[in-house]
């Protein structure tokens, strides 16, 4: 009898030797991500970590193919960003507060627009299921340049959630929500996770909601990743309560200790 093999499927994001380099006025350069690998398993929710200047923002500007590596490779879900990264974006989709979508259009019309654009049909029905899910229907047909902060934030979730992404990448997805609302974001993105199966990477200073939704943590330092490993793990390394208190850990060590901490982690692995 001969024994079945079971297909294995690349992880949803695989870095190897991801760096980063802007040119400076002077004619030198700065190093925004140094050369950093990881990998992300499909289906899970990984928390991507790091004080202001870190490297986050780069990171997954990169992952969406926005700016381009000065050096390394990025797959996601098993496909070479830099070769065919047209044929891997409409598998997955991007929130951030902080990008700020069309102010004159209104909701509606903005999530119509990338609704089209992500080649989705029932558009109408699409926008209407979100609007009701992420509570958008009393602001549909008001200019998205007049909303609140918190409105603008549940939009920008919506036009990420638009195309029942395989993989989301999203950046403070709850920043600028009081806590109730906030909750019930952290509730809808993991039964999102629960239904289809999709990957989460997530950068937040919520340590609350990391310690909540991730089921592993990158901790970046300075362009480059200094710990890793599952929320639980961390505490346990590092003898805290909190992963708030292990954030700070590493924010305040100095480089050589948060170093030798990760590849201790990457060892363990």
């Known amino acids: 009898m001969t024994e079945r093999t079971i297909p294995q499927h690349p992880p949803a994001i695989r870095v190897v030797g ?49 700016l381009l590596p000065t050096a390394g490779t990025v797959e996601i879900l098993g496909v070479d960003m830099a070769r065919h990264r047209h044929a891997v974006l409409p598998r997955m989709n991007f929130s951030s507060p902080y990008v700020e979508l069309p102010h004159r259009l209104t909701v509606r ?48 979730l919506a036009k990420a959630l638009l195309n029942d992404p395989e993989l989301l990448l999203l950046d403070e997805p709850t920043a600028s929500l009081d806590p109730d609302t906030a909750d019930w974001i952290r509730t809808y993105l993991e039964r999102y996770r629960a239904r289809t199966g999709a990957t989460i990477l997530l950068a937040s200073h919520n340590m609350l909601e990391v310690e909540r939704l991730c089921d592993g943590v990158l901790m970046m330092r300075q362009g480059r990743i200094v710990d890793r490993g599952a929320p639980s793990a961390l505490l346990a390394r590092y003898g805290r309560q909190t992963l708030e208190e292990v ?13 030798l901490a990760g590849e201790a982690a990457d060892a363990a692995e």
Do not use: W
């Not at 991500?33 to 499909?42: E, K, L, N, S």
């Not at 954030?247 to 170093?259: K, V």
């Open 18 to 66: 991801l760096t980063k380099r802007f040119p400076t006025p002077g004619g030198g350069e700065v190093t925004a991500v140094d050369a950093i690998d990881f990998t992300v398993p499909r289906g899970s929710v990984t928390g991507l970590l790091g004080g202001n200047g870190a490297g986050k923002t780069t990171t997954i500007s990169m992952l969406l193919g926005l």
């Open 109 to 156: 019309e903005n999530l119509t627009v990338y609704a089209h654009l992500y080649g989705l049909t029932c558009v109408k029905k699409r926008v209407r299921e979100l609007s009701e899910h992420l509570d958008l229907t009393r602001f549909l047909d008001r200019p998205s340049g007049g909303l609140s902060a918190g409105q603008k934030t549940r939009v920008a």
């Open 247 to 259: 954030f700070l850990d590493i924010a305040r060590a100095s480089d050589g200790a948060t170093l």
